[in-house]
């Protein structure tokens, strides 16, 4: 492909501009936002020496799934710090900062850093005259960052799918599937067995897996046994056992050869039983007490996160799809329940958007069906050209029958709705999608 002359300017942007110019700039050098395919990375990819980095001087582990990504990345890399391991963590989407996205033991990797792989990315590009998409660009650099800064550790997570996703083109030393849900059907198909195909292109050869659910799709079974996979199975060959009634402050990770009574977490128990799980299957000498120390400290911004904030209570969670929700919900109802018997007069207020290729309709029907008392919906469209327009939200909720919402021209105008809407007693929930939270928490702070 030969690269337009508009795309090879060389006065724009520069290892002078600025973090932002670059990011805008990547957003329009490719003609699409999603473009699976490892087809047009791979040839910059070589360029630059991220395999060979890789494989060479660091232990990976790549984590996929529809959800818990998030949450089980960060307990692998906290452990992994904890153990004394220089550890690389890349995330995505952020909620604020592109920043967020490039951690090295745990903190955001400055604009310079970035601005310079970029340029570096950009070069390879444009050796190969090749187009990549924002993902893909950004994706490179977050890798060549890791590789430059000669981490032990990578804690990669995917983007969307794995078989074609750009971190697939660095082979794993440990594969973690969290759970297979429908999602995101116009790239990875309309069934489990379907998407289980793509997510398990992460495998192998003769490299664990580690299954975060007990109901495997039988794609990713066929995938593992090709490829002999060691395969680690929750409910099969590990699990949890939490009792907050007799130990409210630590739960149980029981496994083939270790049975470890641990601290809470902040994040969800499931996800980080599956990240305790890879830790102890990779070949890294972590100790318990590095997991203890680990689950004391480990957080993460938008998963089941409360906050107090404009003298209001606040809870964010990015749950953006149908299994998601459900999973939220399950968590929620019994906070919901603690924090009205502390605040008997509270009332719970809910500012809610979503992406317009999400499944909005199972997402409202949960909220809908589960027994929360939403006093007031509090919706807008999300500034992102996938966003579910504000008529678009508004049609779903009319449709379950809802009446209690206000509309805003912007999440930024949301939040300052539900705040003069509310009182100090009562909680306000944040939802919907990574770009719902980013908004409101960016106005709100």
Known sequence: ?????????????????????????????????????LSRV?????????????????YVFTVAGTNGKGSTTAVISE????????????QSPHLIDFNERVRINGQAVGDAILVDAFVQVEQARLTCELTLSFFEMTTLAALLIFAQAQCDVWVLEVGLGGRLDVVNIIDPNLAVITNIGIDHVAWLGDTREKIGFEKAGILRENVALI????????????????????????????????????KPDDWVFSGAQITLTLPKPKLSLINTT?????????????????????LQSVQLAGRFDCRALAGRHWL???????RGMAFLLSQFVPFWQQHHAQYPNAKLHLVFSMLADKDIAQV???????????????????DYPRAATTAQLSEFLTQNNIKDMVQYPSLAAAADGVIAATHTDDLIVVCGSFHTIGEVLSAVN
């Open 1 to 37: 492909m030969t690269v337009p002359s508009s795309m090879t300017n060389p006065s724009f942007p520069t290892k002078t501009s600025s973090l932002f110019d670059w990011l805008t700039y990547m957003q329009q050098i490719h003609v699409s936002a999603i473009d699976m395919g």
């Open 42 to 58: 791979l040839p910059v990819a070589k360029v630059l020496g991220l395999m060979a980095s890789a494989k060479k001087d660091a």
């Open 79 to 90: 452990i992994c710090q904890q153990a004394g391991y220089k550890t690389a963590l890349y």
């Open 211 to 246: 299954y975060g659910e007990p109901d495997m799709p039988q794609s990713v079974r066929d995938a593992a046994i090709a490829l002999d996979c060691p395969v680690y199975q929750i409910e099969h060959h590990y699990d949890f056992v939490d009792d907050p009634q007799h």
């Open 274 to 294: 599956n990240a305790v799980a890879a830790v102890l299957a990779s070949a890294l000498p972590i100790q318990p007490r590095h997991i203890s120390q680990a």
């Open 316 to 322: 964010f969670d990015v749950a953006h799809n149908e």
């Open 364 to 382: 409202v029907a949960l909220l809908v069906a589960s027994p929360l008392p939403i006093a007031m919906w509090h919706i807008a469209e999300i």
